[in-house]
């Protein structure tokens, strides 16, 4: 997987659409459709533990416990956590080589309602932090894999688990078989709205299903910056500032003495100015308007739990004109080592490429820059809002057809951002018509599930053993 995503784009343009289809019909016989169905763990699969611990060898030590806790909880919050001992599964594996530009971690709840710049609500993929060009088939799987999991968490019986992973592959196919004839600026100005929720072409849906999704759509568009900014800060001494609830929200007020405070603090302030420079130069002047005023060190996500990741307050007019940034480390992408290093040096660039590439419409503020800390140590960083109109899914409560309902928009979703770097035309010849792929996915989804099953054990037994140390999250 040497192929960078310039060199797959060159190759693509300089071909037929014959051509094109012809290579993705060659590919089923390096790879058949149907030896997609077989997980087996290799003779020498790497200790998932040995894993997680490498990944935690370069986070804050304070908080990895955090993330083995987080971990621990089930084997869904598990699977949200293991992105990089899946990528050692798939890459040991045969693939398609046809490459796409990859979320890395497409489970079901890194797709979400979010705003466009010109404020409608689409819905889309929202995590890139181990994006980079790859088989796209390996975003496909681990999203299957991720329904089946959350299916189980509900007591979904297997005929009903197949079926929600039937129903979002078979749209992710449907739906690059209509990208594949569309033009290509067709393609590149597709998105797909929050009308789409309730204009799913599946009798899966029922009329329960579009109200609930009708009101994640009008709940989106209340979480704004303006409501974090009024749960996440206080007045403090007479001024606007970051609440500490530690050790998931400190502000660095609390988190070291004063004279690295002060360090940080204009480190940081470096930060917000330098970074702009990887903006558009519209937006670098918005950004100008706005002044740093509080920093926090937050605790995200699962995965990311232990990577050093910042809360800035920012004030425009006045502190009833706030904007809050998240600035986030990035690391180099757990698919790396299978699919190839990234063509960017900077990680904080290689996420904001992918990001722009893949999402129909991205964040006015999304930027990246390096960073030199207080230690000495370089470390790359990705910027974006906390908060703008984001709805997350909820598949603790999702009946069978809900889910199903929510899997066909994921799986068109990751069709559309798949088409925008990858060649639909190959992919869609690779897939072809029937469901011979959708067939394969629901029985690799099961096996790899049984997998993540076996890993969330052995870390909760590494726990109980006291080979690593879990807490509460």
Not at 195 to 203: D, G, Q
Request: charged residues 30%; contains cysteine; neutral net charge.
């Amino acid at each position: 997987m040497s192929l960078g995503g310039e060199e797959v784009r060159a190759m693509t343009s300089e071909l037929t659409p014959q051509e094109r289809a012809d290579q993705g019909r060659e590919a089923r016989t390096r790879v058949p459709r149907a030896a997609h169905a077989t997980y087996e763990p290799a003779e020498k699969r790497p200790d998932p533990i040995d894993i997680i611990e490498r990944q935690s060898a370069a986070r804050l030590p304070e908080l990895v416990p955090i993330r083995y806790g987080r971990m621990m909880e089930s084997p869904f919050r598990f699977y949200r956590g293991a992105a990089a001992i899946m990528a050692s599964d798939l890459g040991a594996a045969p693939d398609t080589g046809l490459i796409a530009q990859l979320c890395g971690d497409a489970h079901l709840l890194n797709f979400r309602l979010l705003a466009s710049p010109e404020r409608s609500l689409i819905f889309d993929i929202n995590d890139f932090d181990e994006t980079l060009p790859g088989p796209w088939e390996w975003d496909v799987k681990r999203l299957s894999t991720s329904l089946v999991i959350a299916g189980r968490a509900n007591g979904f019986r297997g005929k009903e688990r197949r079926a929600v992973v039937s129903a979002c592959v078979r749209q992710y196919r449907e739906r690059m078989r209509e990208l594949a004839e569309r033009p290509t600026l067709e393609i590149w100005y597709a998105q797909d709205n929050a009308e789409t929720l309730n204009s799913i072409r599946s009798a899966q849906v029922d009329e329960d299903a579009r109200k609930r999704a009708a009101q994640a759509a009008s709940r989106a568009r209340t979480r704004t910056s303006m409501q974090a900014y009024k749960k996440l800060t206080r007045v403090i001494d007479g001024r606007r500032r970051i609440a500490s609830d530690p050790p998931l929200i400190t502000p660095i007020r609390d988190l070291m003495p004063d004279a690295e405070k002060d360090d940080l603090e204009t480190t940081l302030r470096g930060l917000v100015e330098d970074y702009g420079k990887s903006l558009t130069t519209d937006h670098r002047h918005l950004l100008g308007r706005y002044r740093l005023v509080d920093v926090a060190r937050k605790v995200v996500g699962v995965g990311s739990v232990g990577t050093r990741c910042w809360i800035l307050l920012l004030e425009g007019r006045d502190e009833s004109d706030p904007l809050l940034l998240q600035a986030k480390e990035a690391g180099e992408s757990v698919l790396a080592s299978y699919a190839g290093a990234s063509e960017y040096a900077n990680q904080g660039q290689r996420v904001v490429a992918g990001q722009r590439l893949m999402q129909a419409a991205s964040d006015i503020f999304l930027g990246w820059e390096g960073l030199t800390g207080i230690d000495g140590r370089e470390r790359d960083f990705y910027v974006r809002q906390l908060r703008d109109w984001k709805g997350i899914a909820q598949p603790e409560n999702m009946s069978p057809k809900l889910m199903a309902a929510f899997g066909t928009i994921c799986g068109a979703s990751l069709a559309r951002a798949h088409a925008r770097s990858g060649d639909p035309i190959a992919i869609a010849a690779y897939l072809g018509g029937r469901d011979a792929f959708d067939k394969a996915m629901e029985e690799f989804a099961e096996s790899y599930a049984d997998q993540n099953e076996r890993d969330h054990q052995a870390l909760v037994d590494a726990v109980r053993d006291g080979r690593v140390t879990a807490e509460p999250g």
